[in-house]
């Protein structure tokens, strides 16, 4: 049986698309849930949402990409819970302020040093605050949000691409220092109908994404929320180290 009965998550980026999907999912399957966002409204909301459905949560404001915000994070989930046996990390993204599309011979350094930031320098920051509790209590799983794209470049993102690789990389060195007690792993989504992903889009855009993708269509967050509840869990008890595509069977770009 998949259950989170008496174990906590901590998942990033949690107050929309994918991070929200996958703590519904951690919570409705009994486990609480610490929702972390750079955006305090939405980590409020989805911890409220989860604690009206009789659940347990609380919604933290954290920005991932400072050391300090990561500490207080990890204090304040720990406070909560008393423990973590789920970190999620999840934050990061392809678009926004942080990100510009374009040529390698376009893009600024400040352009790649805030997607890696975001994408990766992230990942080690919450793994670095989370390692020791889960060591200590001799048990724990993390489950890292990389991207198809940092297994087939996505033309037109050389740096978000590169992080996201980096990302596939950082969580197999993770799962050798890591182990035998704690579990990490990567997923690998291809396109995933987000708030972000559905911005500013044209049909004939979608089209022409779409037709890389064998199942012809975008997956959906709740798709790859599975893929990470059960990274997450006991099922996956002699997993770690993996990178799981959830791409509609896209293997190209
Ligand atoms: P989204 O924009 O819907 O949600 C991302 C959330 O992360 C937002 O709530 C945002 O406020 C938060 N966030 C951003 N920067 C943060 C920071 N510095 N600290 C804390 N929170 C921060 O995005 P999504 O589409 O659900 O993507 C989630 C993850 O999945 C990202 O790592 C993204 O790169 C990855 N991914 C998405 C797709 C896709 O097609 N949507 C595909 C592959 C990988």
Redesign the pocket.
């Known amino acids: 049986e998949l259950t989170f009965r008496g174990k906590a998550a901590l998942v990033?980026?949690?107050?929309?698309?994918?991070?929200?999907a996958i703590g519904l999912q951690i919570a409705g399957l009994g486990g609480r849930v610490c929702v972390?966002?750079?955006?305090r409204d939405?980590a409020e909301s989805l911890a409220a949402e989860i604690c009206a459905m009789g659940g347990q949560s609380v919604g933290v404001q954290?920005?991932?990409?400072r050391a300090d915000?990561v500490e207080r994070m990890v204090g304040a989930a720990r406070e909560a819970f008393g423990r973590i046996d789920v970190l999620v990390n999840?934050?990061?993204?392809?678009?926004?302020p942080?990100f510009r599309i374009g040529q390698v011979r376009k893009l600024t350094e400040r352009d790649w040093d805030d997607t890696f930031t975001?994408?990766l320098k992230?990942v080690f920051l919450c793994v670095r605050a989370v390692a020791p509790l889960m060591l200590a209590q001799r048990g724990g799983s993390i489950v890292n949000?990389?991207?198809?794209?940092g297994q087939f470049p996505f033309p037109g993102l050389p740096a978000?691409s590169a992080a996201?690789a980096g990302v596939i990389s950082l969580t197999r060195s993770l799962a050798m220092e890591l182990a035998p007690h704690v579990r990490v792993n990567a997923?690998?989504?291809?396109?995933?109908?987000?708030?972000?992903?559905s911005l500013n889009r044209r049909p004939e855009q979608l089209e022409q994404l779409l037709s890389n993708v064998p199942l012809a269509r975008?997956?959906t967050?709740d798709e790859?929320a599975n893929l990470a509840v059960y990274l997450a869990s006991d099922a996956a008890a002699f997993v770690s180290g993996s990178v799981m595509d959830c791409a509609g069977g896209q293997m190209w770009m």
Not at 12 to 20: A, D, L, M, N, P
Not at 36 to 39: F, G, K, P, S, V
């Open positions: 990033t980026g949690g107050g929309s698309g994918i991070g929200r972390a966002d750079l955006d939405r954290a920005d991932v990409t915000a999840n934050a990061g993204g392809a678009s926004g942080t975001v994408n992230s949000m990389a991207s198809l794209t978000y996201k997923l690998a989504p291809g396109l995933i109908e987000t708030p972000r992903t975008m997956g967050p790859v």
